[in-house]
């Protein structure tokens, strides 16, 4: 049975993520099941297909669809539209400002993006701004978001968002705006250094060029590091929502892509694994088209094919089908993502020593005694999971009695 045929609402964000003819295959859908319309907003809500949930309904004779349906849409779209327009303005003053503080920024993803690549941000939903920066350009650009009314949403000393930074695993903070309740999320990295390093970071900013939006200069990735950075993004969060699929797809078939050059850096840095697992799925859910240039020994990769085994579609979400709150079958998954055993040794390591947020929100350490925090992880880790062993025999010792 092929994936959401269960669920005609989920179908139909299949229909339109899949086929170029939506009009036609969306109808036939429409006619041939009973949709439960408001379950289908959220839903589209949920995967951020929302505006191209709409723009295909659009294209459909009004009878089809139900009035007050049609309604919400064009409601929603009227006010996604005018909100996707104060982001890139408020994302475009705030590089301006970083520039004139001699901070390079790059805005990675979000309405640019479909304003850089399609001229378009119609396709988009709302949401937050991303913006990178180098680490040694974190807490600059954290003053001057903070004087622009923006403050961290996780309360923090300056040592500690100074660790945070420095020493682990974490890649971005959140600054949210009282005021207009516009989120920033300031990165100095893209995901775990078990997938990418610092040295591969640094490599990244090397592939910056200058674009221009809305007449103003703006540093931004060049379309194969774009690519890679979208499938370090959406394998982190398990490829939780359609929408991050479907703009995947996109870049693949409709831009021009050096994929011997792809190829190439992703296998570099050790990441191979993760640009397979996201081709593999875009063709098993979206029919994406494979580049001739990744070759059948990289798609047929056993690790590959593990990985891609462990994330199953459902309606509601793309999710690893690995406990998430056993940290033992999460480093089994991290394990299969690199190829070599140094590699895989090294981020098992890194797994267990290097801290996260939890870890370092314990404490505020000065710069001098930041080592404590590769103590109090391991110990951390081991009281979580001594307790959550215990609360599990609890349990099944209430449910034998």
């Given at each position: 049975?092929?994936?959401g045929?269960a669920?005609p609402?989920?179908?139909?964000?299949?229909?339109?993520?899949?086929?170029?003819?939506?009009?036609d295959a969306?109808?036939?859908?429409i006619?041939?099941?009973?949709i439960?319309?408001?379950?289908?907003f959220?839903?589209?809500?949920?995967?951020?297909?929302?505006?191209?949930?709409?723009?295909?309904?659009k294209?459909?004779?009004?009878?089809?669809?139900?009035?007050?349906?049609?309604?919400?849409l064009?409601?929603?779209?009227?006010?996604?539209?005018?909100?996707n327009?104060?982001?890139?303005?408020?994302?475009?003053?705030?590089?301006?400002?970083?520039?004139?503080n001699?901070?390079?920024?790059v805005p990675?993803?979000?309405?640019?993006?479909?304003?850089?690549?399609?001229d378009?941000?119609?396709?988009?939903q709302a949401?937050?701004?991303?913006?990178?920066?180098k680490p040694?350009d974190?807490?600059?650009?954290?003053?001057?978001?903070?004087?622009?009314?923006?403050s961290?949403a996780?309360?923090?000393?300056?040592?500690?968002?100074?660790?945070?930074?420095?020493?682990?695993?974490?890649?971005?903070h959140?600054?949210?705006?009282?005021?207009?309740?516009?989120?920033?999320?300031?990165?100095?990295g893209?995901?775990?250094?078990?997938?990418?390093?610092?040295?591969d970071?640094?490599?990244?900013?090397?592939?910056?060029?200058?674009?221009?939006?809305?007449?103003?200069?703006?540093h931004?990735?060049?379309p194969?590091?774009?690519l890679?950075?979208?499938c370090l993004h959406?394998?982190?969060?398990s490829?939780?929502?359609l929408f991050?699929?479907w703009?995947?797809?996109?870049?693949?078939?409709q831009?021009?892509l050096?994929?011997?050059?792809?190829?190439?850096?992703?296998?570099?840095?050790?990441g191979?694994?993760?640009?397979?697992?996201?081709?593999?799925?875009?063709?098993?859910?979206?029919?994406?088209?494979?580049p001739?240039?990744?070759?059948?020994?990289?798609l047929?990769?056993?690790?590959?094919?593990?990985l891609?085994?462990r994330?199953?579609?459902?309606?509601?979400?793309?999710?690893?089908?690995?406990?998430?709150?056993?940290?033992?079958?999460?480093?089994?998954?991290?394990?299969k993502?690199k190829r070599?055993?140094?590699?895989?040794?090294?981020?098992v390591?890194?797994?267990?020593f290097?801290?996260?947020y939890?870890?370092?929100?314990?404490?505020?350490?000065?710069?001098?005694?930041?080592?404590?925090y590769f103590?109090?992880?391991p110990?951390?880790?081991?009281?979580?999971?001594?307790?959550?062993l215990?609360r599990?025999?609890?349990?099944?010792?209430?449910?034998?009695?």
């Amino acid at each position: 049975m092929k994936p959401g045929s269960a669920n005609p609402e989920f179908e139909l964000l299949l229909t339109i993520a899949r086929s170029a003819d939506r009009p036609d295959a969306c109808r036939q859908l429409i006619l041939e099941h009973q949709i439960n319309w408001d379950y289908l907003f959220h839903l589209a809500e949920f995967h951020r297909m929302l505006p191209l949930l709409y723009l295909a309904l659009k294209e459909i004779e009004r009878a089809a669809v139900p009035e007050d349906f049609q309604h919400r849409l064009k409601a929603y779209n009227f006010d996604n539209t005018r909100m996707n327009i104060a982001l890139l303005a408020e994302k475009l003053s705030l590089i301006q400002t970083f520039n004139q503080n001699a901070i390079q920024a790059v805005p990675f993803k979000g309405v640019i993006l479909s304003k850089i690549l399609y001229d378009d941000y119609s396709t988009r939903q709302a949401g937050d701004i991303d913006i990178l920066v180098k680490p040694t350009d974190v807490l600059s650009a954290i003053d001057l978001l903070e004087q622009r009314g923006y403050s961290l949403a996780k309360s923090l000393t300056k040592d500690q968002q100074l660790a945070l930074v420095q020493i682990s695993s974490e890649k971005h903070h959140l600054l949210v705006n009282a005021h207009n309740q516009l989120a920033v999320e300031i990165h100095w990295g893209f995901t775990h250094t078990d997938i990418m390093s610092k040295k591969d970071l640094r490599l990244l900013w090397s592939w910056v060029e200058m674009k221009t939006v809305n007449a103003l200069p703006v540093h931004f990735f060049r379309p194969e590091p774009l690519l890679l950075i979208l499938c370090l993004h959406g394998y982190k969060h398990s490829w939780d929502h359609l929408f991050w699929l479907w703009e995947f797809s996109t870049i693949v078939q409709q831009v021009a892509l050096d994929w011997d050059w792809i190829v190439r850096h992703v296998e570099s840095f050790g990441g191979i694994n993760v640009l397979i697992v996201s081709l593999l799925l875009a063709k098993r859910t979206l029919g994406t088209a494979i580049p001739p240039a990744i070759n059948e020994e990289l798609l047929t990769n056993p690790e590959a094919i593990y990985l891609l085994t462990r994330i199953n579609l459902k309606p509601e979400r793309f999710e690893l089908q690995a406990k998430k709150d056993h940290p033992l079958l999460d480093v089994r998954t991290r394990f299969k993502v690199k190829r070599s055993l140094f590699r895989r040794v090294r981020q098992v390591l890194r797994f267990f020593f290097t801290p996260n947020y939890f870890d370092i929100r314990v404490v505020s350490l000065p710069p001098a005694f930041y080592f404590v925090y590769f103590i109090i992880r391991p110990l951390r880790l081991l009281s979580s999971n001594i307790n959550r062993l215990f609360r599990g025999s609890n349990a099944d010792n209430a449910t034998s009695e």
